[in-house]
């Protein structure tokens, strides 16, 4: 039972304590309230007026009864560092099969460091050892593109990585390039410089792109069904996490601790839900360039406090509002799945 699952995941959580402390009082899928579907597809298609010209992506589903929400949930959105969920699974899915150790060392050299958000690539030369495990963990908590391009390499490639999920039949989620591959088309930039790695050389590399060659491959980058989701196939993965189904019992554990600490996006999902919710989430962000945020997404599992839990994917494309503005959004949605839930 998925009940049953998900207590064991949260013994790690905030809610543990709390949850010692009370009766066992179990929510089934006979008392789990419904989901407002009318109340939230109005509250959704009034966030996604306001957030326009962006195109907003909403997926919900009660972890126990299986009633789904979608807003746009067959259109592809791409993911950016979301995709790090479905590539932190598979990594796992190694370690299950015994293919993978974690303590096994890397040591890094520079054609291995990616850009874009990546503190092991800004820490080298100083720190050059590593491993496997101090990787992942940096992947999933801190976003690191270096961790995420070298772990993918690892198990082989974004193919492989393609593959495990077709194999295990997750709908409508594509791995497809690496991080360093994704981050310079995005921008209109030939291929990855190990001297892109520090934040201001990459910076000036982008704007030596004339901006209407930036524009272009931006609005490429957005139509591209290359490294997407839609938010129909997030929540299957997101249950399929929730079910065991992705990983063994204790990596699923381990994985969802981690995505409860997760360093970034704390202003999106994590912003419009009860102080007392325990959420694991992975966000994803683009490059804003000209005023235009290609992709600003959050995704996870949150617990309430009386235990019931669901998986939220929220994804936004295209949008002209700043950082704050794309954050509350995201949190508006929030907002209104908790609402909705009853």
């Known amino acids: 039972m998925a009940t049953l699952h998900r207590r064991a995941l949260l013994a790690t959580g905030p809610l543990a304590l709390l949850a010692a402390c009370e009766p066992k009082m179990p929510v089934t899928v006979s008392t789990t309230p419904k989901i407002d579907l009318e109340g939230l597809t109005k509250a959704v298609s009034a966030i996604a007026a306001e957030a326009r010209p962006a195109a907003l992506g909403v997926g919900l589903t009660n972890l126990e009864s299986g009633q789904a929400f979608t807003f746009n949930g067959e259109r592809r959105f791409p993911m950016q560092s979301v995709f790090k969920l479905p590539l932190a699974a598979a990594v796992l899915a190694e370690m299950d099969a015994g293919r993978l150790l974690m303590t096994e060392p890397v040591y890094l050299s520079e054609a291995q460091l990616s850009g874009g958000f990546s503190p092991i690539a800004e820490a080298w030369p100083q720190r050059r050892d590593y491993t496997l495990k101090a990787l992942f963990e940096a992947m999933v908590i801190d976003s690191d593109n ?37 981050q310079s088309e995005v921008l ?12 201001a050389a990459f910076a000036l590399a982008r704007d030596a792109v004339p901006p209407a060659q930036r524009l272009a491959a931006m609005r490429r980058y957005m139509a591209d069904p290359r490294d997407t989701a839609t938010p129909r196939g997030m929540l299957e993965l997101l249950q399929m996490l929730d079910r065991q189904e992705l990983v063994s019992p204790a990596s699923t554990k381990w994985l969802v601790q981690l995505m409860g600490r997760t ?12 102080k007392d919710a325990f959420l694991a989430h ?61």
């Open 146 to 182: 270096t961790a995420a391009d070298i772990l993918m390499k690892r198990i082989g490639g974004p193919g492989a990585v393609q593959a495990w999920l077709t194999a295990r039949h997750v709908p409508d989620v594509r791995v497809d390039r690496y991080e360093r591959e994704l």
């Open 282 to 342: 992975r966000p994803g962000t683009a490059w804003v360039d000209q005023g235009i945020s290609p992709a600003h997404n959050d995704v996870g599992v949150f617990t309430l406090a009386d235990r019931r839990s669901y998986a939220l994917a929220v994804f936004l494309s295209g949008s002209t509002l700043d950082d704050a503005g794309r954050d509350r959004i995201v949190a508006e949605v929030a907002r209104a799945a908790v609402r909705a839930a009853g």
């Open 263 to 274: 360093s970034r996006g704390n202003g999106r999902i994590r912003a419009g839900l009860p």
């Open 188 to 199: 209109g930039l030939p291929s990855f410089r190990p001297a892109w790695r520090d934040p």
